[in-house]
Nanobody, 123 residues
């Protein structure tokens, strides 16, 4: 079992930035595909960004240019830097991990999920 712990969410004004963190104590992220998803009230969970174990990076078209996924293997932590935030970015943000060779953009292909961190963007 892999425990993922997100942090960094909060309240920010439109146009602001946040950096979310996802830590997995005792795990080596380099072997995992790591993804970030979000879920707004009344909506399905959607893909934001992913970094595969081989180093490929994917972004959702809706957020490309405003988000950057990165990792620090020494700290077993994955980050999601979000800039130019909009009120419609308000959601619970989740990180996920998998060792399977599935699609990095499909939530069904992830095995481990964090508890989520709330991001609220005010107008």
């Amino acid at each position: 079992q892999v425990q993922l712990v997100e942090s960094g969410g909060g309240l920010v004004q439109a146009g602001g930035s946040l950096r979310l963190s996802c830590a997995a104590p005792g795990r080596t992220f380099s072997s995992y595909t790591m993804g970030w998803f979000r879920q707004a009230p009344g909506k399905e969970r959607e893909f934001i960004a992913a970094r595969t174990w081989s180093g490929y990076i994917y972004y959702a078209d809706s957020m490309k240019g405003r988000v950057t996924i990165s990792s620090d293997n020494a700290k077993n932590t994955v980050y999601l830097q979000m800039n130019s935030l909009k009120p419609e970015d308000t959601a619970v943000y989740y990180c996920a991990a998998t060792l399977r060779a599935g699609s990095p953009k499909r939530m069904q292909d992830y095995d481990y999920w964090g508890q989520g961190t709330q991001v609220t963007v005010s107008s």
